[in-house]
């Protein structure tokens, strides 16, 4: 029996898209695991000076500098409090360097398929922050607010210069 569960969810995660479920307070966020290179714990932040409030600094990952930002202070929630279940999710996307984001907690990977996400409300589109939205996602634990991460990386990258 276990076998035959097995390759159903094979199938099943052949045909979605697999994010990883992060939390920040009480909202649960997705990030498309394809942009995930690594999780770490949380570790000592070099502070750079005059930068962004959400930009919290460099930390060193085996020899390579990464910045490091607070999606809590990018989505002006309340600042970061750091706890053993605060981990920095290292990105990287296909043309940059990687940067660190900093989150609550890592729960889960799920497998959305494209009917059980709904794409942001047009009506929506003034919030500033509807474009860090690629969707929301229905899953048997809730709703999962899903992150443009493209564009919360390379808005960060502008303002940051």
Do not use: C, W
Request: hydrophobic share 40%.
């Amino acid at each position: 029996m276990d076998d035959i569960n097995d390759v159903q969810n094979v199938e099943v995660a052949s045909e979605g898209k697999q994010y990883i479920v992060v939390h920040l307070g009480s909202e649960q966020y997705g990030i498309d695991i394809k942009y995930i290179d690594n999780i770490v714990r949380m570790s000592k932040i070099t502070r750079i000076p005059m930068s962004q409030k959400y930009f919290k600094g460099v930390i060193n990952l085996r020899g390579e500098i990464i910045p490091v930002m607070s999606l809590r202070l990018k989505f002006d929630l309340a600042p970061d409090e750091y706890t053993n279940a605060t981990r920095i999710i290292i990105i990287k996307l296909e043309s940059q360097s990687a940067i660190g984001i900093i989150v609550d907690e890592v729960k889960e990977v799920v497998t959305l398929d494209e009917a059980s996400i709904e794409k942001p409300n047009s009506a929506d589109a003034n919030d500033i922050r509807m474009q860090y939205l690629s969707g929301v996602g229905k899953h048997v634990d809730g709703l999962i607010t899903l992150l443009n991460i493209s564009s919360v990386i390379n808005d960060k990258e502008k303002e940051m210069i």
